[in-house]
């Protein structure tokens, strides 16, 4: 059973230019979590995502970002018109539900750097 | 608002040493407690979890504790070795139905030969 797939693991990007990170959840797992580091900082949570809706996106800048976790396929975090300050590691976590009993595993990261 | 603090924010000890790396949080009312290991450029894997109703947590050289009513947890690491070496994460989870992580910013560990 793999682990939480995030791809690419490395993601350059010029200013201005959109950037799309990628995450397979765990088999079996319907409830995707992305989190962002920022150098030298703890984790901070962006968005909560069932299949094909998104339940929480309380951490999610209002502007440039967007999350969605199709039907079919990985969730997706986007990053539009990147700017210097997105430069950070992005996190994916997935549990097979919430509530008590859910624990969430998380992937290898995404490192995204801005020039 | 549920603030996670971890101190020292970095730690130098030479091989075979027993150290403790503290985490604190604002508010008591969490449902549980985890620890990360956290190498570099590396994800986070998943070391110990405390639900709120247990005191401690043990896996090999590790042991986690928990204090709910201070706020605080502590994580002893026995006899370290070079390997050991990463940054180490506490992560609190808020409330039963709750899923999100409050991570603290990470204690850095080195452990020197």
């Known amino acids: 059973n793999a682990g939480v797939m995030q791809n690419p693991r490395h993601l350059v990007r010029r200013r201005g230019q959109e950037a799309r990170l990628r995450c397979s959840p765990m088999?079996?797992?319907?409830?995707v979590y992305w989190y962002r580091q920022l150098p030298e900082e703890g984790l901070k949570f962006m968005v909560y995502?069932?299949?094909?809706?998104?339940?929480?996106e309380s951490g999610m800048p209002k502007e440039r970002f967007s999350a969605e976790f199709p039907k079919e396929g990985p969730s997706i975090l986007r990053i539009q018109q990147v700017v210097r300050g997105d430069s950070a590691a992005y996190f994916c976590?997935?549990?097979?539900?919430?509530?008590?009993?859910?624990?969430?595993?998380f992937g290898q990261g995404t490192r995204l750097t801005v020039v | 608002k549920q603030e996670v603090t971890q101190i020292p924010a970095a730690l130098s000890v030479p091989e075979g040493e027993n150290l403790v790396l503290n985490c604190s949080f604002t508010?008591?009312?969490?449902?549980?407690l985890q620890w990360f290991r956290q190498d570099p450029g590396k994800g986070l894997t998943s070391l110990l979890l405390?639900?709120?109703?247990?005191r401690e947590q043990t896996s090999g050289r590790l042991n986690a504790s928990l204090d709910k009513s201070s706020g605080r947890s502590t994580l002893y690491i026995a006899a370290s070795q070079p390997g050991d070496s990463a940054t180490y994460l506490c992560?609190?989870?808020?409330?039963?139905?709750?899923?999100?992580?409050?991570f603290g910013s990470g204690t850095r560990l080195l452990v020197r030969p």
């Open positions: 995502l069932q299949k094909e809706n998104i339940i929480d």
């Open positions: 976590a997935s549990s097979l539900k919430t509530g008590r009993s859910a624990e969430a595993f």
């Open positions: 088999k079996g797992h319907s409830h």
């Open positions: 405390i639900q709120s109703s247990q």
């Open positions: 992560a609190v989870r808020l409330g039963d139905s709750s899923y999100k992580l409050i």
């Open positions: 508010d008591s009312a969490i449902y549980n």
